[in-house]
């Protein structure tokens, strides 16, 4: 069933006539072309790093083209901070990995069931505890012993992956591929390698919860020790309420937008994503706002459900981002709120269960609702079951379905 739309974002639009567009926000940048005045635009995102400079697309004698002008050029802007504030943030994630997931899933479930080999179950079982770096050590001894097993190279790269070892999986990947052909690894395989090709952020820092890579062009060396103890107190406060103690810390990607763009193909629309390992698209200059850590606490209860055993199946998207967003500040305004109960009584919105997992091909405006919708399930979530813990909800998969229904009645489904 198709998400309704339930938002109308403000008409943007040029304000004076031959505004340039420019193919960046500096005022020698190249000029992309020339605005006439009333030129409808479409916001795809804005900076925030000093400058309130927007990345637009705009139609001009009929052709689409792509660019930035200041926020002064633009029309519109005060209804559209009303408008975002009436809803819930959806300059997120497009959540963990829809495909990395099932072939980890598939994998780790086949090799903890039908294998004889005790270290390549331990591996399976580690890395579904979001414990990759031992599983790689157990998985590069099956290698030795079983160099032709294309399931175990294919796990060897997850386990690569996650730990941040990009190269490697690349290659363990590669060699899963020429042994057993996989549609969907080959998939993987080809986004890693662009991933590889884009990706120039080398700096790196350590905490206790948290290893952070990041572009020292981009960011600035106190700037992301600030982040680092941010994702360190942040991760502390998340574990505390959802229960996930991974006993290896969880590797953090900082980049420019458009590097973070290239490198993990997100939707335009996304400013961060979960696959094993957090990408954030950073926008803040030197200081650390409201926003973008809101969208680091967001991907880090992405990780935190991870090391979360959730069954033979991942985590359903509504909880993953209801919590992501719950725990990260976000908060529905009552408009939204009283929109999502009109449409659920006149059966115009989706069940929970109903809801898709994959939600990166959605368009702005469908995401706005999915994402509202799983922050009124998570809110319906800690209003009926605080008491019981959401922690104990988490530490019982199998009741979730239970749970989803219960919810399904409390939204007026």
Known sequence: MALPVLFFFAAMAVRSDQTPLRSGCDAEDHVVASLPAGTPVELRFR???????????????????????????????AKLEEDRSASASVDISPGVSNALTQQQTAATNHYMVHTSDPAIARAAQLLNASQPAQALEQLQAAIQRHPKDPNILLLAGLAAYRSDQLRDAIDYWK??????????????????????????????LYGAHIALRYEGEALPADTARAILAMLDDDYSRISAQLGCTPDERIVAIVQNRESYLRSTGAAEWSGGQYDGRIHIAWTDGAQVGPQMQRALAHELVHACLTSIPSGSTPWPAWLQEGLAQKLSGDALHSSVREQLRQLAASHAIPRLENIGQDWSGMTKQNAVAAYSLALAAADALYDSYANYGIRNVLRNPDGLARITADLDQKLGF
């Open 47 to 77: 900076l925030s790093d000093g400058t309130d400079c927007f990345k637009v697309a705009a139609t001009v004698d009929g052709k689409d083209i792509l660019g930035y002008v200041p926020a002064s050029a633009l029309t519109g802007l």
């Open 175 to 204: 060699q899963s591929l020429d042994l057993a052909p996989n549609e969907t690894l080959a998939t993987i395989y080809e986004n890693a390698r662009r991933e590889a090709a884009a990706d120039r952020s080398g700096e790196k």
